[in-house]
């Protein structure tokens, strides 16, 4: 963490006071090089044993700590000779060509190794940087100058993680596009909104190719077999899928997981969600949880502030408002677009965002909300004349759906709920107190308010999508007078138009830049916590054209 601190500030206090990790190729690169040296072996002489002091010894992961240095440190390797000690830390890379042979992060995290050492008793005057990419040895000199920098990064790290508050992003910097927790941090996206003067660099939008394994074959059983989960139903071989492509494991019905994958999908922070067999979201099962207790507090303390719900809540109504406004526009069936319709949505939306309580906003979302569905039945594809095949929308019901309609828009939310669940989860916050949708026990309320605005974009434009596509028929469902369900067929077909509608990528209004939905709702769940944590002034709530 030292060695962090010295390299950038920021990028320390997420990692050691937040809890906050992203692998990246170079992590991972980093991880192989030590994988010899994390292997414990030897061990050092004793240094008030003269006899030992004798010994040339090579002592492989070394753990040493030190309550006056407030210093805690795992070595690669000690070579001692006698009495006299040096530390060797490995690196990945090449050697680089600076001046002291080395940058200040890796003499500083030498150097400390050096001091907790010498606090064992050892003589201990030099260190050497191992680099394996260009299998060199350089010597640093632990002089007064080096040692003054070490202590003093030492205790500025403490007093940071002491005081709470976050140290700015840097500004600019070639540090940014390598860093594994770019898109954690958001330095370029917290300046922007900061200041608004420079455009932000698409630093937080990298590609993950790992998608979510949906699991509904009744009895089916999830195994693990070395990096591959195998699915089987009544004991026959179904499918597979390598753990490295997996984001989440979406179970629906009886669906039985081994206790010993249910431990690697927790050690690799793959969440478990589970659903019923009709699609009704019902929990997920993640491991220890996230570490951000800061994030949390800050969420807590927000939620029980009026002013600051009612400023949370007006940004998403009003979003939401405005991409309802927009799917209509972009998807209507008519000969005439329709005008009136868009002006009122548009008054609704201006009206949110000057809403004055809680439940005014609820009054004008519901109204909204009429209006929107009252003009759905228009966005969909009406030119069979079978019975079979047309699909007829009057208004929207649920609890239960009583028509396909309204069958794909429950089933096309509770997927959309379940997905913000497990981002909001994954990123620190607890899904169960939120601004808008107050304490409502057993309903993930942040959840409900961040999908707000992405009820249109997302799930109403699957059912769009599916609808007039031709990807689902009337007769994949179950229909009563009672009630409209999908069946197995229909809602595998559906769940694949959800999912690549997760995967396309939208322009994003504020930073100028491409992302996928799915990554879209990590970025924004992040944004809302560096607008909780006081980093912005302003929660930016997303709205597309």
């Not at 140290?167 to 596009?177: A, F, I, Q, V």
């Amino acid at each position: 963490m030292v060695n962090e601190y010295v390299y950038c500030p920021r990028l320390a206090y997420l990692e050691w006071v937040q809890g906050e990790w992203a692998d990246s190729v170079d992590t991972v690169d980093g991880k192989r090089t030590h994988r010899r040296v994390d292997k414990q072996s030897g061990r050092l002489p004793d240094p008030e044993n003269e006899q030992e002091c004798g010994e040339k010894v090579h002592a492989r992961s070394v753990a040493l700590s030190s309550t006056r240095l407030g210093l805690t440190a795992k070595i690669d390797l000690v070579e001692a000779d006698g009495n006299v000690v040096t530390p060797v830390d490995y690196k990945k890379g090449k050697r680089p060509h600076v001046q002291k042979g080395a940058y200040d992060p890796e003499r500083v995290q030498i150097c400390a190794q050096g001091l907790l050492l010498q606090e064992h008793g050892y003589e201990c005057t030099e260190g050497i940087l191992y680099f394996a990419g260009s299998k060199e040895r350089v010597k640093v000199v632990f002089d007064e100058e080096l040692r003054e920098q070490t202590l003093r990064a030492v205790h500025s790290l403490r007093f940071i993680a002491n005081s709470g508050q976050i140290p700015p992003p840097l500004e600019d910097s070639p540090k940014c596009p390598r860093c594994s927790l770019v898109g954690i941090c958001l330095p370029d996206e917290v300046n922007f909104l900061r200041r608004g003067e420079t455009t932000a660099r698409p630093l937080a939008v990298g590609r993950d190719s790992a998608l979510p394994l949906y699991i509904q074959a009744n009895k089916a059983k999830v195994t693990k077999k070395g990096e591959t989960l195998e699915i089987s139903v009544d004991d026959e071989p179904a499918a597979t899928a390598r753990l490295i492509d997996v984001s989440q494991v979406v179970t629906m019905g009886n669906v039985y997981i081994t206790t010993p994958c249910l431990h690697e999908l927790m050690r690799r922070e793959i969440p478990v969600t589970w659903h019923s067999y009709g699609g009704w979201f019902l929990g997920h099962t993640i491991g220890v949880g996230h570490k951000n207790v800061e994030l949390r507090t800050a969420q807590y303390k927000a939620s029980f502030d009026e002013h600051q719900c009612l400023r949370i809540a007006r940004s998403l109504v009003q979003a939401k408002i405005l991409n309802a406004r927009t799917l209509l526009r972009r998807n209507w069936r008519g000969d005439e677009q329709p005008a009136e319709l868009v002006q009122d949505l548009k008054r609704d939306a201006d009206a949110a965002r000057k809403a004055s309580s809680l439940q005014e906003l609820l009054g004008i979302e519901g109204a909204a909300a009429a209006r929107y569905f009252g003009a759905f039945s228009n966005v969909l594809k009406r030119d069979s004349e079978d019975a079979a095949l047309a699909f007829d929308f009057t208004t929207r019901n649920r609890q239960p759906p009583t028509d396909p309609v309204n069958a794909l828009l429950s089933f096309a939310y509770a997927l959309l709920l379940r997905s913000w669940t497990v981002t909001l989860s994954a990123v620190g916050f607890d899904p169960y107190r939120g601004f808008y949708h107050q304490l409502r026990y057993g309903k993930p309320s942040l959840a409900l308010d961040m999908m707000e605005p992405f009820r249109p974009l997302i799930a109403d434009s699957s059912v769009i999508m599916a609808i007039n596509n031709g990807e689902i028929h009337r007769s994949d469902f179950v229909i009563t007078p009672q009630a409209a369900a999908l069946t197995e067929s229909g809602r595998k077909r559906f769940i694949a138009t959800f999912e690549r509608r997760m995967s396309q990528e939208v322009t994003h209004p504020v930073f100028g830049y491409k992302v996928s939905y799915r990554r879209l709702l990590e970025l924004q769940s992040r944004l809302l916590g560096r607008y909780l944590l006081g980093e912005i002034d302003v929660f930016p709530s997303f709205t597309t054209k």
